[in-house]
T-cell receptor, first 117, second 112 residues
Framework: DTGVSQDPRHKITKRGQNVTFRCDPI?????LYWYRQTLGQGPEFLTY????????KSRLLSDRFSAERPKGSFSTLEIQRTEQGDSAMYLC???????????????FGSGTRLTVV | DQQVKQNSPSLSVQEGRISILNCDYT??????FLWYKKYPAEGPTFLIS?????DKNEDGRFTVFLNKSAKHLSLHIVPSQPGDSAVYFC???????????FGKGTRLHILP
């Protein structure tokens, strides 16, 4: 397994355009998370899935944002009518089932850097 | 409302010395704490974690200490090496779900 993959690594788009990012989690992980990170901030939670079910959405996720995980494997995050304030690093992470005594944590992808001009 | 606070945006430490990164939290429902390390243009990588039932966890040069009564944790790196220069994020998870809340990070500079 090659870890969590995100595509593309970088995206430059004009204001008002739609963009879509893809995340391929670690295959045996049933939970997938999307975070956003801006300069000087830590990763901020956007949404997460358990298998194909979207369990929680942050208030940061406006109506212009939509995320899907149709078959419980890869996920897409779409931003419609992009704004300059959407410029950020979008991070995807996955995790497996909670272990009773083991180490648990997210495995992050390398992120997609979005620049809206 | 910042539930996980890292009050030092940056820290400089001489190579070979101890680096101590601090973190405070406000949510008493947090039951698991993590430290992540991040290099530029990469995603965060897991470093070390600690359950709320423990007060110390050690992994090689890295030790995390948890003081539940003070709602404070710290990461100790001994000895500090040049490759440790990165941004370190303190993070916490509640016992309700698996969502992790991150602090703003501390940029660690290891000086030669």
């Amino acid at each position: 397994d090659t870890g969590v993959s995100q595509d593309p690594r970088h995206k430059i788009t004009k204001r008002g355009q739609n963009v879509t990012f893809r995340c391929d989690p670690i295959s045996e992980h049933n939970r997938l998370y999307w975070y956003r990170q801006t300069l000087g901030q830590g990763p901020e939670f956007l949404t997460y899935f358990q298998n194909e079910a979207q369990l929680e959405k942050s208030r940061l996720l406006s109506d212009r944002f939509s995320a899907e995980r149709p078959k419980g494997s890869f996920s897409t995050l779409e931003i419609q009518r992009t704004e300059q304030g959407d410029s950020a690093m979008y991070l995807c992470a996955s995790s497996g089932r909670r272990q009773g005594k083991g180490i648990w944590g997210y495995t992050f992808g390398s992120g997609t850097r979005l620049t809206v001009v | 409302d910042q539930q996980v606070k890292q009050n030092s945006p940056s820290l400089s430490v001489q190579e070979g010395r101890i680096s101590i990164l601090n973190c405070d939290y406000t949510n008493s429902m947090f039951d698991y704490f993590l430290w992540y390390k991040k290099y530029p243009a990469e995603g965060p990588t897991f470093l070390i974690s600690i359950s709320s039932i423990k007060d110390k966890n050690e992994d090689g040069r890295f030790t995390v200490f948890l003081n539940k009564s003070a709602k404070h944790l710290s990461l100790h790196i001994v000895p500090s090496q040049p490759g440790d220069s990165a941004v370190y994020f303190c993070a916490a998870r509640t016992n309700r779900d698996d969502k992790i809340i991150f602090g703003k990070g501390t940029r660690l500079h290891i000086l030669p």
